[in-house]
């Protein structure tokens, strides 16, 4: 399946018209809003006593901008940082020349990679209520705290739904359809509302260029509008909610135009989820041996944030003595392709900027380490990213 992309700075390419992409949402996705904010108020009335207030919940709006006033505080450099790869090439033979003698001797070359030393994060954006309306005119005045305290209690089992979404066979055409059956198995929770054909952005758009690998995924339009700030409202299809597993139904196709389309996996699975552990270890070679994190949490002792930065360049030099250099760039292009998706979907979840900014400080610990640079890495705080 491929996609003709007409312009491939859009975030979203939406088929439907404006009018259309504000249908009512299939009627299961009523249940879900009222789901969402019954689990909201059960989850803040055990842990505060007394859900009707947000004072003593912190923000995705306050921990970005707690973030942000970390790192302006520890940070001495944010410089671009060039590391040297030592990288082999046979040369190669003249034809012309008949009288001198092949070679198959390699030569030694250097490269050069610059890299930030800090991934820069975009100002923040509040999520639309019009996008929340389009799903369910009660959420218009519902505090998006209480949709994410919800979704935090209820995604992880409408995620379990989605692996259980089969695709119908898809049509034989070179574009997309605008709508396609799913096979559902798993009726535990809520269904999904769409499916993304989630591609790439171009680099160009020369005519061997202008087609796009694109891989399909099941979503619920909640999750996306509850999270992502630059998405727009999404047109839906009114249908019955499956009463069996096996059944089918029918849901808009939407493409989803981002500029690292094969990290998107990842980055659903931690919307849904909210497991930075796990999305730290699609990033890493490695799974940590203990939690890191380059964020000092608010009733942290200076003895304990030492301690946590040892973890991290101990971590770090294990990372420098197992892989080359070369498999740890390509380790941190996979946690560019995830900032780089975040940025553009709007994204100010505060686990996810965690975990990206934790495995950006490690890798290029590693890569300083490796490549005989950590003097240059060190230039900021070892702790800040």
């Not at 012309?96 to 390699?106: C, G, L, N, S």
């Not at 380059?294 to 973890?311: F, G, L």
């Not at 030099?317 to 392709?337: E, S």
């Amino acid at each position: 399946m491929v996609l003709q992309p007409s312009n491939k700075n859009n975030v979203l390419k939406k088929r439907s018209s404006a009018k259309s992409s504000e249908n009512i949402p299939p009627v299961k996705l009523r249940t879900v809003s009222s789901s969402l904010k019954d689990a909201s108020r059960r989850r803040r009335a055990r842990v505060a006593g007394n859900f009707s207030t947000t004072s003593n919940f912190a923000t995705n709006k306050q921990a970005y901008a707690q973030h942000i006033k970390q790192r302006k505080m520890k940070s001495s450099s944010s410089k671009a940082l060039r590391f040297h790869f030592e990288s082999f090439s046979i040369p190669v033979q003249d034809v012309e020349m008949k009288d001198i003698q092949p070679t198959t001797q390699q030569i030694m070359e250097k490269t050069t990679v610059q890299l930030p030393r800090h991934l820069a994060r975009p100002d923040y954006k509040e999520i639309s209520r019009e996008t929340l309306t389009a799903i369910d005119p009660e959420l218009t005045k519902t505090p998006v705290e209480y949709i994410h305290e919800g979704l935090t209690a209820l995604g992880p089992e409408m995620y379990k739904v989605l692996g259980g979404v089969k695709p119908a066979p898809l049509p034989q055409s070179p574009a997309l359809p605008q709508e396609l059956a799913i096979v559902i198995n798993d009726l535990s929770s809520e269904m999904p509302s769409h499916m993304l054909a989630v591609y790439s952005s171009q680099t160009n758009n020369t005519a061997s260029n202008r087609r796009s690998k694109v891989t399909l995924y099941p979503s619920h339009n909640i999750v996306l509008a509850a999270h992502c700030a630059n998405l727009p409202p999404l047109r839906s299809i009114t249908h019955p909610a499956p009463k069996v597993a096996g059944s089918s139904i029918t849901v808009p196709v939407v493409p989803l135009c981002i500029p690292a389309a094969e990290l998107y996996a990842p980055l659903s699975m931690y919307l849904y989820t909210k497991r930075a552990d796990l999305l730290l270890q699609s990033l890493l070679p490695v799974v940590p041996p203990t939690p890191i994190n380059v964020y000092a949490s608010p009733d942290e002792t200076p003895e304990e944030a030492a301690r946590q930065q040892q973890k991290i360049l101990s971590f770090a030099r294990q990372l420098a003595a197992t892989y080359t250099p070369h498999a740890l760039l390509q380790y941190a292009m996979r946690v560019n392709g995830l900032w780089r998706n975040v940025c553009a979907l709007g994204i100010f979840d505060s686990g996810i900027w965690e975990t990206i900014d934790t495995a950006w400080e490690v890798l290029l610990l590693a890569l300083g380490m490796a490549t005989g640079n950590l003097d240059k890495v060190m230039g900021g705080p070892t702790s800040s990213s």
